[in-house]
């Protein structure tokens, strides 16, 4: 099952946060955070295990319920660099390779 | 280090037709995922490779094949295209097959078929 990604996109100004969230039907055992730009291949933000789990990046960090099976990627005082698609991959808990399975991302724009 | 690279970086065949793309993994990286990533879509799982055996698949047709060879590059083939079959096609390479590896990406095979 496709986690569900919300908003589907949002527009902001230099400085200001964000906040996007990834939610799914399905126990999950991970939850792996990509942006990608238009044109480009999607780069690695940050993996999230089951245990509620917060880490940071920079200005840029990220929770993990595991009871709600929800994930949240927070952007703090967002930059211009901060623009593109983002997208939440979950990994279930049954194990297996099974790949990720992505939502169908977030465009953020991230005016001056 | 060499990042994941992928080619040709554009491709347009003819519904019927097959299609060879290639990806050369990172440096160091042994295991080999494919993606297909419809437009406005998040990418979708295809299969991945480690030592040259298909490790993983996820739901789509045997007419999507693949290879993984002793250098750790692979190809992913596809037959019998189909106009669903045009998609951007991103291979990303990892250390290991373990659940918590990071993915590094190619930036991929734009593949139209008409």
């Known amino acids: 099952q496709q986690p569900v990604q919300s908003p589907q996109a949002v527009i902001l100004r230099e400085g200001e946060d964000a906040v996007i969230n990834c939610s799914s039907s399905?126990?999950?055992?991970?939850v792996h955070w990509y942006r990608q730009k238009h044109g480009e291949a999607p780069v690695f933000l940050m993996i999230?295990?089951?245990?509620?789990e917060q880490k940071g990046h920079e200005k840029i960090s990220a929770s993990f319920n595991e009871k709600k099976q929800q994930s949240s990627l927070y952007l703090t005082a967002s930059q211009l660099s901060y623009s593109g698609t983002y997208f939440c991959?979950?990994?279930?808990?049954?194990?297996?390779?099974?790949?990720?399975?992505f939502g169908k991302g977030t465009h953020l724009i991230i005016q001056p | 280090e060499t990042g994941v690279t992928q080619s040709p970086t554009h491709l347009i065949k003819t519904r019927g037709q097959q299609v060879t793309l290639r990806c050369s993994s990172q440096?160091?990286?042994?295991?080999v995922s494919w993606y297909q990533q419809a437009l406005g879509q998040g990418p979708q799982f295809i299969f991945q490779?480690?030592?040259?055996?298909?490790?993983g698949r996820g739901n789509f047709p045997p007419r999507f094949s693949g290879l993984q060879f002793p250098n750790y590059s692979s190809e992913l083939n596809v037959n019998a295209l189909e106009l669903d079959d045009s998609a951007l096609y991103l291979c990303?390479?990892?250390?290991?097959?373990?659940?918590?590896?990071?993915?590094?990406f190619g930036s991929g095979t734009q593949l139209s078929v008409l």
């Open positions: 490779y480690y030592r040259e055996e298909e490790n």
């Open positions: 990303a390479s990892s250390q290991g097959t373990g659940r918590n590896e990071k993915l590094f």
């Open positions: 991959g979950t990994e279930g808990s049954g194990g297996g390779a099974d790949g990720l399975t």
């Open positions: 399905k126990a999950l055992y991970s």
């Open positions: 440096s160091g990286h042994n295991t």
């Open positions: 999230l295990l089951k245990g509620g």
